[in-house]
Structure formats: structure tokens, C-alpha cells
């Protein structure tokens, strides 16, 4: 069966060019021809647009191409993609970008060949590197490059490295604050403070603070990891974190940059412990899947008569009036009296509190010895 091509980019289509379309796919479909239709930055098109185009797939008028700079699983939505095969297309290397350029050179019709140009290995790779997998920016740089060198008597351009690093100006860091290279960054950040690596640490935190993320979201986001990841086992983490935040807050940036590295690497090296997140994630199972049990009469304030006649208060023991401050009165629900949610590790201060918390064991196992009820 022949086919017809038909593009457009989702920039400049809206929703009047899209049923045009399909109603020409429809109809050619009925005289034997299918439509290949390929949509540039498809992830312009909202999720009402992208809704149009599934009948169509659905029937095959259309086989769909579409191209996208996001990730798919965020932008395109999941009725097309499972209907869809997605390929990924990484960046290109520094070796491969070197290679374009060099072609560009040498191509007399479409390139720079005409020109004769005599450029170093190490020039090309500093534009590739600045390019960052970017063969069209590189070609940018190169022919930004080549206009503004001066000549020599033959009139032949000279590329220095001054020249190039006029062209470059500054590295345009990889980054978009709403999409997943903002996820990647983040989790990359978070990963490297738990797998306490400095030099990693503030590596990523650098790359975010250089291409522009908002630095209170960075320090929300190292308050976070000091609750998630030490915890108990250095509680300064927390408080470090949050005069950070406060410090990048008031100072702003640049300023306020050192304060967040300063928490980053504080946090990267204090010991480690997840005891709590692990702890308050059970806390959210039970209170989900297990009965809500009401609170116990013992543990409720009787502030009205009425309340106290009903038992509320009856047989609650004030710790502070036992000699060692501690009494064997049952806090949980009936249901949940053996959970135990907090388990301490040996990390930190983490080690003291699990001391402490077996000597409270201990002391209400004399308290309450097995078979007594």
C-alpha cells in the first residue's frame, strides 16, 4: 500500500490543523493509501489533543511518528504509548561531535570546506564538550566562531582558542526546571548524600545552583534527606539543613550557594540511618489495613465530670512520679500492643538510643515477667 508523508510541528499546530489532517488520512485510507505522519515535539500537544489522534491509530489511517525532547511517560499520554514502541536517542559523544565538525570542514557544498579552514584536534573538542551531545549547537559555535575570527593576508579565518571561548561565552548547563532532567538531578543529589560521597554531593548540587533551580527547593529537598537518611543518628542533620534554608533565604544567591553545600557535604558524611522512615512507613500501613482502634480510656484527659464517670484517665500513670520515670502502662491499641515501629541502628547517636531503648525493655520484662498478665 503507498504512503503519504505528512509533518508538522506541535509549536505551530493546534487542534484545527490536527482534525484537517486526519480527515485527509481518513479519506485517502479509502482509496488504498495510509498516512505516515510525523508530529515534532509532540509533547506541545495537551493531553484533549493527543486524545484526537487514538481513533485514528486505532483504525490505521495513520501511523503515528512522533518526536519528543521529554520523556514520553510524562508527556505523551499512556492510550498512544501503549500503542507506540519507543526508541530512545541518547546524546551524541565528544568523539562523535568532533567527527561531525570535522565533516562540516571538509564539506565544500554544505560546509565550511570551501574555506580551508585549519583547526586543532584540541578546539574541536572543546566546542564538542561545550556542546554537550548537541550537534546543532556545536555547528552553531563553529560557524559563530568562523565569522568573528580575524583573517590572515590570504583571507583565511584564524581560530584560536580566545576566538572559540568568544564563541562558547559560557556553558549553557543542560537543564529543564519542569522536566525529567530536573528529576534525574535531584535524585542523583539525594543518592549521592546517602551513599555518603562528598566530591558526587556537590557535584550534582553545583550542576542544579549553575543552571538556575531555585535554591529554597534544593534546601527543601536536603531537609528531607536529613529526616530520610540519618535521622536519629546525627540529629544536628536536621537543624544544619534548616539554617541552611534559612541562610540561602536571606543572603539569596550567589551568596547563599556555600551555605546549601555546606549542609550537602554535612549530610553526606553524618552517619546514616533510615530507622525512621522505615518506622513511620509501617505506621502508615497499619493505620491503613488494620483496625482503628479508639484511643485507650487511660490515655484520654477527662476535662468534664461526665468524662471521668465514663473512666477517662482511670489507672493512667504519670511517668514523672516513678522513681526510675518510667511505668509499664500499655500505649498502644490492643491490636497493635507487640508492634514495635522505631529500630535503631548502630549508626550515631543511634547506638545510645538503642542502648536505651534495651534498657526500658529490660526494665518492664522485670516489670511484666512472660506469664504474667
Not at 139 to 161: C, F, K, M, R, S
Not at 246 to 268: C, I, K, S
Request: hydrophobic fraction near 40%.
Amino acid at each position: 500500500m503507498s504512503r503519504d508523508f505528512v509533518k508538522f510541528s506541535a509549536v505551530l499546530a493546534g487542534i484545527k490543523e490536527i482534525k484537517e489532517v486526519m480527515a485527509a488520512a481518513e479519506k485517502a485510507r479509502h482509496y488504498g493509501r495510509r498516512t505516515v505522519l510525523f508530529i515534532d515535539e509532540i509533547h506541545r500537544f495537551n493531553k484533549a489533543q493527543q486524545d484526537a489522534f487514538l481513533p485514528y491509530v486505532e483504525r490505521g489511517d495513520i501511523v503515528l511518528i512522533g518526536a519528543t525532547t521529554e520523556n514520553p511517560s510524562f508527556e505523551v499520554i499512556a492510550a498512544l504509548l501503549s500503542r507506540a514502541k519507543v526508541y530512545m536517542l541518547s546524546a551524541l559523544s565528544t568523539d562523535e561531535v568532533v567527527t561531525l565538525l570535522r565533516r562540516a570542514l571538509a564539506d565544500e557544498r554544505r560546509g565550511l570546506g570551501s574555506q580551508h579552514l585549519q583547526v586543532s584536534e584540541e578546539l574541536l573538542r572543546q566546542i564538542a564538550v561545550f556542546a554537550n551531545g548537541d550537534a546543532r549547537a556545536a555547528y552553531n559555535t563553529l560557524e559563530t566562531a568562523v565569522a568573528a575570527a580575524p583573517h590572515d593576508e590570504q583571507g583565511q579565518a584564524i581560530l584560536t582558542e580566545a576566538v572559540i571561548e568568544d564563541a562558547i561565552q559560557r556553558k549553557m548547563l543542560l537543564y529543564d526546571k519542569a522536566g525529567e532532567e530536573h528529576y534525574n538531578l535531584i535524585s542523583a543529589l539525594h543518592k549521592s548524600v546517602r551513599n555518603s560521597d562528598p566530591h558526587a554531593t556537590l557535584y550534582w548540587l553545583g550542576r542544579m545552583l549553575e543552571a538556575g533551580e531555585d535554591p529554597l527547593y534544593i534546601a527543601r529537598r536536603l531537609i528531607r534527606m536529613a529526616s530520610e537518611d540519618i535521622g536519629l543518628a546525627d540529629p544536628q542533620a536536621l537543624g544544619v539543613a534548616v539554617a541552611a534554608m534559612q541562610a540561602a533565604h536571606f543572603v539569596g544567591m550567589p551568596e547563599g550557594n556555600l551555605a546549601l553545600a555546606e549542609a550537602a557535604v554535612y549530610l553526606a558524611l553524618a552517619p546514616k540511618s533510615n530507622a525512621l522512615y522505615v518506622g513511620y512507613g509501617e505506621v502508615q500501613q497499619d493505620a491503613q489495613k488494620t483496625l482503628a482502634e479508639p484511643v485507650p480510656l487511660h490515655l484520654r484527659n477527662p476535662v468534664t465530670g461526665l468524662m471521668a464517670n465514663f473512666g477517662y484517665g482511670k489507672e493512667y500513670q504519670y511517668a514523672h512520679n516513678a522513681p526510675e520515670r518510667l511505668t509499664d502502662m500499655q500505649c498502644l491499641p490492643d491490636n497493635l500492643r507487640e508492634r514495635r515501629y522505631y529500630r535503631p541502628t548502630d549508626e550515631g547517636l543511634e547506638k545510645r538510643l538503642k542502648e536505651r531503648l534495651e534498657a526500658i525493655r529490660n526494665w518492664k520484662r522485670t516489670k511484666n515477667p512472660p506469664g504474667k498478665d
